[in-house]
Every structure is written in C-alpha cells, then in structure tokens.
C-alpha cells in the first residue's frame, strides 16, 4: 500500500470518485509545489495530508485566475470562481473537479467555512494591488488579503477549537514571512511592475524607484534592504509562538516552516546587491538538512503517539 492510499483512507476519504479527486490533486501539487508537497507527506499526520493538498490547491488556482490575463479578465474569471466556491459552500455539492475536494476538506475542518468568504472578500486586493504608500498601508494588506490566504492552509495545521491565540501568532510570523518574501523578490516584483516596499520607507533612506529598478548599488539601498530585514528578523523571531501553539504532530511542518523564512532572510543577506538582479531562497543544501531534521522529530513523536 502506497503512502498517498494511506493518507486517503487516513482522512477516511473513501469514495472512489473523490480519491481520484484528491489524487488529481496531489498530481497538480506536486508539479507546481514539489517541496511543499514533500513536506507534507514527511512532516504531517498521513490523515492531514490530502486535505493540506486540497487547500494548496485552491489557493492555486485563486493565485493563478488573479495572476494570468489580462486585468479585465482576470476580474471576470474570478468572480466566476467566487460564485462557484459561494455556491459549493451554500449547496455543499459541486460539479466541478477543481473544487470537490477541497469542498469535502472544508466539511471535514468546519473552521474553513468561515474562513473561506473572509478569503475571497479580500482576494481582490492582490488584483488591485497599487503598492504601499506607508507601513500601515502594508499592515491593511497583511489583514485583508495575506492573513486569510494564508489561513486557509494553516488553520489545517492548528488547534482544534479555539484558535484566537494561534490566529494571532500566525499573523505575527505572516507579517515576518511576507516582508522577507517582499525583499527576496524584489527583483522579480520590480520587473512586473509591483513594488511591495512602503513608499515611506524608501524615503525614510533617501532611495527612489529608479534606484531600485535600476538595480543601483547604493549605500542607502543597501540600508533600505537590511532595515526591511531587520524588522523581518525581529518580528520573526516573535513569530516563532506559532511553533508551540499547533498540537505537537504538526510542529514539524511549523517549525519547518518558520526554518525556511529564517534560511530566505539569511540568504537575502549575504548579497544584498543581487536581490536587484535576481531573488534570493534558502540554499538547497540548507534546506535538505532542514527537512531531515524535522522529519527525524515528526517519526519520534508519530512513534510515541502510534
């Protein structure tokens, strides 16, 4: 027996049609976030598994209709998907393949249906986006739009029950794991026409966009960068709460988690010149050892809790 048909029948996901479902899926996942889908398979509960893949996917395929096209369509695209998933989660029936599993996911993880509307209500920021004019500009964002993309999967991985203090964790850790993704892609952001620093922050250091744009190596960009890394860093380091907040079979992925924010920052660091040029990740290396420690803890605990 395969280790996905025991994540299935883990998940008591035992209808043929869906299993094929869920197992599309994770075909999708695994070609678009192969190290995402590997580390769930090493770090999570076999029965976590296919439900942390369906809310991968759907993340997915909410990014790629913002992402593709042009605005107009993209507009139109998405206020389709929004009445499907509306539908789906009024109905609790689907026609569409794309959103049976991650409609049985949400019926297993009832927390998901509150979450889901507060998702798509501000998924439309992103489409939107116009950049930061201040610090609190980015904070609105990091409410609206980042934190309920982001728990979608993460509410998966916490407490049963109440999750007010693991919310408030996550939003923390968020705001560090989406300003060192800010920085680490600045290149690339640039390059589509985004900038995802605070226009106030820019000029709190004397930078303008055509410095950054220009890929300038100046003194003053190099403070904006390592500022903007700092504040990641520290907040951070608070962020890591969230560890101990989700139940112990889970930390794995957290802390795995939390791990490859803290390698990307380091990453950043070492040439701040080249995230003009090109975006930073954590080394390959780094993150191998990373995995197969926590993969090494997440076999410990599921052996003391058989």
Not at 69 to 74: L, Q, T
Not at 177 to 201: C, K, N, W
Not at 261 to 277: C, N
């Amino acid at each position: 027996m395969s280790g996905w048909t025991r994540a299935l029948d883990a998940a008591g996901i035992t209808a043929p049609g869906l299993r094929e479902d869920y197992t599309r899926q994770r075909r999708q996942v695994t070609r678009y976030r192969r190290e995402a889908a590997l580390a769930a398979q090493l770090l999570l509960p076999a029965g976590l598994v296919p439900h942390v893949i369906a809310a991968t996917a759907y993340m997915h395929r909410t990014d790629t209709l913002l992402d593709s096209g042009p605005p107009e369509g993209r507009r139109a695209a998405y206020a389709r998907w929004e009445h499907e998933v509306e539908r789906a989660l009024a109905t609790g029936a689907t026609d569409q393949p794309e959103l049976r599993p991650f409609l049985h996911t949400v019926e297993a993880h009832p927390a998901l249906r509150t979450l889901v509307p507060e998702h798509l209500a501000g998924a439309l920021a992103d489409l939107d986006f116009p950049g930061f004019a201040t610090e609190a500009d980015y904070q609105a964002y990091l409410d609206a739009y980042a934190l309920p993309a982001f728990l979608v999967v993460a509410t998966l991985l916490g407490p049963d029950g109440d999750q007010s203090d693991y919310r408030a964790a996550c939003r923390t850790y968020l705001d560090a794991a989406q300003r060192i993704d800010f920085v680490a892609d600045l290149a690339e952001d640039l390059a589509d026409g985004r900038l995802t620093l605070p226009q106030e922050a820019l000029e709190r250091h004397g930078v303008t966009r055509p410095d950054l744009e220009r890929a300038a190596d100046l003194p003053a960009v190099r403070a904006l960068i390592t500022a903007q890394l700092d504040h990641a860093d520290r907040t951070l380091a608070e962020g890591r709460a969230v560890i101990d907040l989700a139940p112990p079979a889970h930390r794995p992925m957290v802390r795995c988690m939390v791990g490859l924010d803290a390698l990307t920052s380091r990453a950043a660091r070492a040439d701040l010149p080249a995230l003009l040029r090109r975006p930073a990740g954590p080394p390959k290396g780094a993150a191998l050892r990373l995995l197969t420690r926590e993969y090494l803890r997440a076999r410990r605990v599921r052996r003391a809790n058989p």
